[in-house]
């Protein structure tokens, strides 16, 4: 399994960016998809975006598409997603997850190992 370590969430104002940013730890993490997902307070997990283990295919929810951008660095074991015109309906706990495959789903059940969270929260 890939441990996983986000950072970089926050808070932020309605219109804002961040990026938050997701390292690994398994040197599989070059061959490994990856994904973003959320959790809203009193909501289910939601995909978010995913990427490709070389970055071939990228799939974003119809939410964020055109505002978030997910990428990777497979030389640092990072994927990132940033995040651009950012709303109040954005504010969730923002989780990253790998997949033991090079194929990206949009799916949370194809993907095997998961990082803490890290909140991010924007205020209107």
């Known amino acids: 399994q890939v441990q996983l370590v986000e950072s970089g969430g926050g808070l932020v104002q309605a219109g804002g960016s961040l990026r938050v940013s997701c390292a690994g730890s398994?040197?599989?993490?070059?061959?490994?998809?990856m994904g973003w997902f959320r959790q809203a307070p009193g909501k289910g997990r939601e995909f978010v975006a995913a990427i490709s283990s070389r970055s071939s295919s990228i799939y974003y929810a119809d939410s964020v598409k055109g505002r978030f951008t997910i990428s990777r660095d497979n030389a640092k074991n990072t994927v990132y997603l940033q995040m651009d015109s950012l709303k109040p309906e954005d504010t969730a706990v923002y989780y990253c997850?790998?997949?033991?495959?090079?194929?990206?789903?949009?799916?949370?059940?194809?993907?095997?190992?998961w990082g803490q969270g890290t909140q991010v929260t924007v205020s209107s």
């Open positions: 398994a040197r599989t993490f070059s061959s490994s998809a």
């Open positions: 997850a790998a997949r033991s495959s090079p194929f990206a789903t949009m799916a949370a059940a194809d993907f095997g190992s």
